[in-house]
């Protein structure tokens, strides 16, 4: 898959006017498989971490979940969450919506 494909997926699950980028970093990395940057709306895939594709869009998708709940936030003024909050029950129930979206 390429990074335009990543991105057109997730879009399919839900859209959003907020701009962001996918980008495969070509890395292997121990602590992560991916990252979302808020201010720059960056999802960063380390997809030498991955074995097949769907292994890396459940991380996509993980990702993008941020990226959503970022732009909600920064839509309703709220501020975004930091550390452990990250993965509240909020983030969870989204993803979740997310990864049933998926699978039809």
Do not use: C
């Not at 057109?8 to 980008?23: N, W, Y």
């Amino acid at each position: 898959m390429t990074n335009e494909q990543i991105k057109q997926l997730l879009l399919r699950l839900e859209h959003t006017d907020t701009d962001f980028s996918v980008t495969m970093t070509g890395k292997e990395s121990k602590r992560v498989n991916g990252l979302y940057k808020p201010d720059t709306h960056e999802i960063l895939l380390h997809n030498k971490n991955f074995k097949n594709d769907n292994a890396l869009i459940y991380t996509a998708i993980h990702e993008y979940t941020h990226h959503l709940i970022n732009a909600d936030n920064a839509r309703n003024g709220t501020p975004s969450a930091k550390g452990a909050k990250v993965h509240d029950t909020a983030f969870w129930a989204k993803m979740d919506d997310l990864l049933r979206s998926e699978e039809h």
